[in-house]
């Protein structure tokens, strides 16, 4: 539906057909709305009761690499010894800056492994500004260049150092993955309905959004030196590995204290705050555009009032080199 308004719709707006979700995001040029971008999202209150609700919040999405954290508790799980920029890196979707790729080199050193052990598909760095950079030096697609590599450069060095076999950590069946399938029910509380392989390579397990926020804030909640508290306390000191030095993850980690925040491809982004306060939200056609404008508006929800809301909401558009409109949340 396109309307010539800009006023967003109240907050009571429910779709009159129940299969289509409801408008999380418009996009709005010179006053006119010109396009929508819906989907489903979820918050849930510091005692994990739902308290607010778009769409269908139950149903099973691909988290992505929101279900990084969970991947990281497995290899802690399976003995892996990580802390600090490195336990943020294993739950990274880096951007690709050279302290990134530097990283990454560092721990493959550490672990005896080869930049050849990584089963990453070769590819330009994340944030586009480094792509450019990137490829203005004169490099090509490259396994360590890929967003997931720290994850995965645990994962192997996790198999490798309990005898697991190497060559097909990526398989659902190894002995590591099934430690990533314990981790993802134990801080979701549902069980994983269905497996399908991320865009790494890695399996991938789905999660309806509340089992997503409800993880999230499992790991905010978990009590200090479990595996889950652990990697929360490693992504919020770290927020720069986890994300980038221009990434929302990022500044939101650094200026909300306490805040645990990851995104995932095809537009999904959980959040959760120290006192147990969570959310989580997907739009459906992938837009990453999105993400911003929708999770500073659900933050307001929370009641969360703090600058950094106003850097994230921010997405312009351009016309002729000038801004001539934005994506602005409409709920």
């Given at each position: 539906?396109?309307?010539?308004?800009?006023?967003?719709?109240?907050?009571?707006?429910?779709?009159?057909?129940?299969?289509?979700?409801?408008?999380?995001a418009?996009?709005?040029?010179?006053?006119?709305?010109?396009?929508?971008?819906?989907?489903?999202?979820?918050?849930?209150?510091?005692?994990?009761?739902?308290?607010?609700?778009?769409?269908?919040?139950?149903?099973?999405?691909?988290?992505?690499?929101?279900?990084?954290?969970?991947q990281?508790?497995?290899?802690?799980?399976?003995?892996?010894?990580?802390?600090?920029?490195?336990?943020?890196?294993?739950?990274?979707?880096?951007?690709?800056?050279?302290?990134?790729?530097?990283?990454?080199?560092?721990?493959?050193?550490?672990?005896?492994?080869?930049?050849?052990?990584?089963?990453?598909?070769?590819?330009?760095?994340?944030?586009?500004?480094?792509?450019?950079?990137?490829?203005?030096?004169?490099?090509?697609?490259?396994?360590?260049?890929?967003?997931?590599?720290?994850?995965?450069?645990?994962?192997i060095?996790?198999?490798?150092?309990?005898?697991?076999?190497?060559?097909?950590?990526?398989?659902?069946?190894?002995?590591?993955?099934?430690?990533v399938?314990?981790?993802?029910?134990?801080?979701?509380?549902?069980?994983?309905?269905?497996?399908?392989?991320?865009?790494?390579?890695a399996?991938?397990?789905?999660?309806?959004?509340?089992?997503?926020?409800?993880?999230f804030?499992?790991?905010?909640?978990?009590?200090?030196?479990?595996?889950?508290?652990?990697?929360?306390?490693?992504m919020?000191?770290h927020?720069?590995?986890?994300?980038?030095?221009?990434?929302?993850?990022?500044w939101?980690?650094?200026?909300?204290?306490?805040?645990?925040?990851?995104?995932?491809?095809?537009?999904?982004?959980?959040?959760?705050?120290?006192?147990?306060?969570?959310?989580?939200?997907?739009?459906?056609?992938?837009a990453?555009?999105?993400?911003?404008?929708?999770?500073?508006?659900?933050?307001?929800?929370?009641?969360?009032?703090a600058?950094?809301l106003?850097?994230?909401?921010?997405?312009?558009?351009?016309?002729?080199?000038?801004?001539?409109?934005?994506?602005?949340?409409?709920?």
């Open positions: 539906m396109t309307t010539s308004t800009p006023s967003p719709p109240a907050i009571s707006r429910v779709d009159d057909d129940a299969a289509i979700r409801p408008v999380l418009e996009v709005v040029r010179s006053g006119f709305v010109e396009g929508h971008h819906r989907g489903s999202l979820v918050v849930l209150a510091a005692d994990g009761s739902v308290e607010l609700a778009f769409g269908d919040p139950a149903a099973p999405v691909f988290p992505r690499s929101a279900n990084k954290p969970m990281a508790v497995a290899v802690l799980r399976a003995g892996l010894d990580l802390s600090g920029e490195r336990l943020a890196l294993a739950a990274a979707s880096h951007s690709g800056e050279d302290f990134h790729l530097d990283l990454v080199r560092t721990m493959l050193d550490e672990f005896g492994l080869a930049e050849g052990d990584l089963r990453t598909p070769p590819d330009l760095p994340l944030d586009p500004v480094e792509a450019e950079e990137y490829l203005a030096s004169g490099r090509v697609r490259d396994r360590v260049t890929m967003n997931c590599s720290g994850k995965h450069a645990a994962m060095a996790a198999s490798a150092a309990n005898g697991w076999p190497v060559d097909s950590y990526l398989d659902p069946a190894h002995p590591l993955q099934q430690l399938l314990g981790a993802v029910e134990e801080a979701s509380g549902e069980r994983v309905a269905h497996i399908g392989t991320d865009g790494c390579g399996p991938l397990m789905s999660l309806s959004l509340v089992g997503l926020a409800r993880a804030r499992h790991f905010v909640l978990a009590a200090p030196g479990t595996p889950e508290r652990r990697v929360a306390d490693a919020r000191a927020p720069e590995y986890v994300a980038g030095t221009r990434r929302p993850d990022t939101l980690m650094r200026e909300l204290p306490g805040a645990l925040s990851k995104m995932g491809a095809e537009a999904v982004q959980a959040v959760a705050l120290p006192d147990g306060r969570a959310l989580a939200f997907k739009i459906d056609d992938g990453l555009r999105a993400l911003g404008p929708v999770l500073a508006r659900a933050l307001e929800l929370m009641g969360v009032d600058p950094v106003d850097r994230i909401r921010d997405v312009p558009l351009f016309g002729g080199g000038e801004r001539v409109g934005e994506i602005r949340a409409a709920f």
